[in-house]
């Protein structure tokens, strides 16, 4: 008994310690925030139709997977957190064609031009080459006041001649800083084939113009005074940093390699997600406040006991949204849970113990996103961790009909309880890791995650918490009252 009691003790306290550290790790600049979807948190969801018909049925795949991978790249240097990038096949267009699409989530972007610019742009730049002759020629014409100018802009286009090299040619670019005026400028490093021809047009045209055009509008014109064999450039625009930031992530990244045209775009405001999010928390501690209600006043102490083993639920299952969690750990965390309700209760200590190392192993886990199917898949949960309770009480209730002693009652209605409450929660965790896995929408994956991480805490919580909780409060002594608080229902 005192066993028992200084167990749930131990318990009661590391509880507090994670709800403490669960609420203060929580807001703006905090530790571990929770990470919040799309439909929270506000932002933008574009839906993009690429256009795959210039390609063979076997090139689509690794071009989607391509196409994926290049606005991912784009989207984490125009500095989105948490963004999602999936591609996904629909209907077929025709009987020939299916429908590729591309769906883009950016929390906290509310532009939505901005956020087209930062997928879809692809600059042109080229270098142009202008004689030392020409360009004074140009500029001693431009005295006459006869012509317009326009006709200027274009003899001044006139003037500068191709010269192959081109934005193709450059194998990265870079953010530097002019050492003397520290203006942000773009650095260039050409390839093989780029720094070959830039050495040559450098070697025979020194004393010429070589102009940087960018999308076929000149953005500098330096004088050539040397060659250059280290095929390596600067570009000095006048620019702020975010141009620069800008010039150097679409100079990297250039073309798509599928055309992509957009088809639909949603912008979600923060004030939208906060109030979905005040309304998630809300309809969550309403349900959570009948449910206990509903426990205390039907089954008594066994009901107070499954309350308070629901709050520790909560509590893990929040803790482990922050820390994050990985299919191979979850697998892991329900053997170790299952073996902990079968055999004994220190299996369930070393689940503890594996996913808390694992917490601490970097990349090992990764934050659960939080989104509004996700908030239902945990509020649902709940429920499933209230009917296992439910469970091993009215077999408990059974064994106390038959005459048992209340010790007895308890150990046989976990025993009885146990079959029916572990193969309809295996039977939920695989449909949820066949969503998880199958779903083809952030709304699937998202309820998916959060289901099955509830469905595997609330089979620990309920079987291993509430048996020990209730062997520590569970009268020992057999009478009338004893009697009363451990069974259930109304008797008028």
Not at 222 to 228: A, F, Q
Not at 450 to 456: D, E, I, P, R, T
Request: glycine letters at 8%; a negative charge; zero cysteines.
């Amino acid at each position: 008994m005192l066993k028992h009691r200084a167990r749930a003790v131990m318990l009661l306290v590391a509880a507090v310690v994670v709800g403490y550290f669960v609420y203060a790790t929580n807001g703006p600049g905090a530790s571990h925030p929770f990470v919040l979807g799309l439909d929270l948190s506000g932002g933008t969801h574009l839906v993009y139709q690429a256009d795959v018909s210039k390609l063979a049925p076997s090139d689509i795949p690794d071009a989607m997977t391509a196409l994926h991978d290049d606005v991912e790249r784009r989207v984490n240097v125009f500095g989105v957190s948490e963004a999602v990038v999936q591609t996904e096949q629909g209907a077929a267009l025709s009987s020939a064609q299916a429908a590729y699409k591309l769906i883009v989530e950016l929390p906290g972007v509310t532009n939505v031009d901005e956020a087209v610019k930062a997928i879809g742009a692809t600059p042109e730049l080229d270098f142009r080459l202008a004689t030392a002759k020409d360009f004074q020629a140009f500029q001693a014409s431009t005295t006459l006041q006869s012509e317009s100018t326009t006709t200027q802009q274009a003899a001044y286009l006139a003037m500068f001649k191709p010269t192959g090299l081109n934005g193709g040619m450059v194998s990265k670019a870079t953010l530097q800083f002019n050492s003397t005026t520290n203006e942000p400028v773009v650095g260039l490093n050409f390839n093989s084939d780029g720094t070959a021809l830039f050495d040559k047009i450098t070697k025979e045209h020194t004393g010429d113009y070589l102009g940087i055009f960018l999308d076929g509008q000149p953005i500098e014109v330096p004088v050539i005074r040397e060659e250059i064999p280290s095929g390596q450039a600067q570009i000095s625009g006048g620019f702020t940093v975010a141009q620069a930031q800008e010039l150097v992530r679409n100079i990297n990244f250039g073309a798509l390699p599928i055309p992509i045209t957009l088809i639909s775009s949603q912008t979600i405001g923060p004030s939208l997600g906060q109030e979905a999010v005040n309304g998630g928390i809300k309809a969550g501690i309403v349900a959570f406040i009948i449910i206990a209600i509903f426990l205390i006043a039907w089954y008594r102490l066994p009901g107070l006991v499954a309350t308070i083993a629901l709050a520790i639920y909560v509590t893990l299952s929040l803790l482990i949204f922050k820390l994050g969690v990985s299919p191979t750990i979850i697998f892991f965390f329900f053997i170790l849970m299952l073996l902990a309700m079968r055999y004994h209760w220190g299996f369930g200590l070393a689940a503890i113990l594996f996913y808390v190392v694992s917490a601490f192993s970097p990349g090992a886990l990764a934050p659960v996103t939080l989104t509004a199917a996700g908030i239902a898949g945990f509020i649902l949960s709940i429920g499933m961790a209230v009917d296992a309770n439910i469970l091993i009480f009215e077999r408990m209730k059974e064994e106390l009909a038959k005459g048992a002693t209340i010790p007895d009652a308890m150990q046989h209605g976990f025993e009885r309880a146990w079959l029916s409450i572990r193969d309809s929660n295996i039977s939920s965790v695989i449909t949820g890791f066949v969503l998880y896995l199958f779903g083809s929408t952030s709304i699937v994956t998202g309820f998916a995650l959060v289901f099955v991480v509830g469905v595997v805490v609330s089979m620990f919580t309920a079987i291993t918490i509430s048996r020990l909780f209730l062997y520590a409060l569970a009268p020992q002594r057999e009478g009338k009252i004893s009697r009363f608080l451990i069974s259930n229902g109304f008797r008028f």
